[in-house]
């Protein structure tokens, strides 16, 4: 099973998560870094490339996006804390969830693909894993996961 996973799009997750662990299924969690939002290194979506897809996305309005900026920057203190990127902290916190969840990050490009690697070398204790849990509540994030037209096509 896929579907987005991450700190900020997480509710249809949990709830598909517990027919997918009762039937054997793994979950592929897509988007975990919430199309870049949880890197911590989140460009200036006013000024996007021409067919940058996250243009469409709810969650990089303007409105939107401030507020999701501060739920990061929640994290981002964490991830100092830990000696480590905003995005290896949540990927840890991702694969912390279960050996039935594994993560797909996107990336075009090496050093991100050796930071989300970092990742593993994490070792979250389950008390840090309800701390950043905490941090972005399951439905905090502002916006939803596509536009209206996507959002029809899962299951809600």
Known sequence: MQSEFSLLYREEAT???ELTRDLGIAFVANAPLGRSLLTGD???FANLAPGDT???HPRFTPENFAKNRELVQ??????DEKGCAPAQLVLAWLLAQGPDVIPIPGTKRIDRLEENLGALRLDLTPADVDRISALIPIGA???TRYPEGGMRGVYI
Do not use: L, S, V
């Not at 929640?74 to 991830?79: G, L, P, S, T």
């Open 15 to 17: 709830e598909t998560r």
């Open 42 to 44: 989140t460009p200036d």
């Open 54 to 56: 996250r243009g469409r």
């Open 74 to 79: 929640r994290i981002e203190a964490i991830a």
């Open 141 to 143: 994030a502002a916006g």
